[in-house]
């Protein structure tokens, strides 16, 4: 055997459950032509490589972690080499849970990419994820992170999506919120039936990611009055969901520092200098407004319907119309709906329009 050829055992603690950690450490291994596993443990994630190119390998997984992981530790310890060739992927290990799991995040530009192109097999499909954005915590039933400790687990993968999880290369690869429409959640209604009701200043109920919207055109000053009455809010000001950056500065002045927390894969609701144009309802008194931009796949088809254009030119431009009250699906002090028969019983009285989709809110 090589002298040169050590192992390691190496412990990784943090949100490194469902971020693609474990894909991006079987690249590195294969690059630095490492031999050994990956593996979920209820602590976090536990890998052990074999090889004469560590050093570089360690520093590439703290360096080069996947964008939504964030690593608390990473120890390693020298342990007898056993040779063999090859690096794997391992069934998940359970046990009493040490780690925690990352929030959701915005739906990331390669998706969105997908998401608009008809020669893809996610084109308008509301519910495409990939490794580096989509729900984590809301539709995390317990650790290790696995698909069938998810909400996803009752929607069997297909062969496309089955393909795409077994990819190594791909983004897909051990994805465990994948789905498609061929084998995945659908919406109750569609976008169009959608879009059309808030055109018609209607308020909306529309499901998410992680709990109920309460939606209405932001321009139009009878449907936020309407909902207020409704919702029972005589004053506490609502936030607003515009297209895209562009789409930003036709409701309010950001600055610089604003423009990039708006645009963060958290999506937050950004406080800012409001302009007049919205309806008065808003935020009544005030000369701030929050804002925010979509966070969902089902949020950009629904500012790409309301707009009216290819959803190529929908991201890059000002959609006229797209400024939409998003406000939490709940009456007045009680907790935010997450389950759709209790949509239809609580939001039955403030939504004109409830639109549900049959991936359970876990969280």
Partial sequence: MNACRERLQVRVKGAVQGVGFRPFIHRLATRYELSGYV?????????????????PFLSALEQERPPLARIDSCDALAIPAEGGAG??????????????????????????????????????????TCTHCGPRFTITCGLPYDRAQTSLSEFPLCPACARDYRDVTGRRFHVEAIACPACGPR????????????LAGRVV????IGGFHLMCDAWNEPAVAELRRRKMRAAKPFAIMVANLPSVDFVASPNAIERELLASCARP???????????????????????MLPYAPVH?????????QEGCMYRREAP?????????????????V???????????????LIVTHDRAIVA
Avoid: W
């Avoid at 040490?98 to 499909?125: H, K, M, N, Q, V």
């Fill in 269 to 291: 609701i950004v406080l800012m200098p409001g302009r007049s144009t919205l309806a008065p309802s808003i935020a009544p008194g005030l000369n701030r407004v929050g804002v």
């Fill in 187 to 198: 919406l109750s209604h569609s976008i169009e039936i959608v879009a059309e009701a808030l």
């Fill in 205 to 208: 109920a529309l499901k998410g």
């Fill in 39 to 55: 593996l979920n443990d209820a602590a976090g994630v536990l890998l052990e490589v074999e090889g004469e190119r560590l050093d």
């Fill in 338 to 352: 997450t389950d759709d028969e209790d949509a239809r019983l609580r939001l039955a009285g403030i939504a004109d």
């Fill in 300 to 308: 950009h088809l629904l500012f790409q319907a309301l707009s009216g």
């Fill in 87 to 128: 690096f794997e992927i391992r069934e998940s290990l359970h046990g009493p849970t040490a780690t925690r799991i990352t929030p959701d995040a915005a739906t990331c530009e390669d998706c969105l990419d997908e998401l608009f192109d008809p020669a893809s097999r996610f084109y308008r499909y509301p519910f495409i």
């Fill in 320 to 336: 006229q119309v797209a400024a939409l009250v998003a406000t939490s699906a709940n009456p007045g002090g009680e907790p935010l």
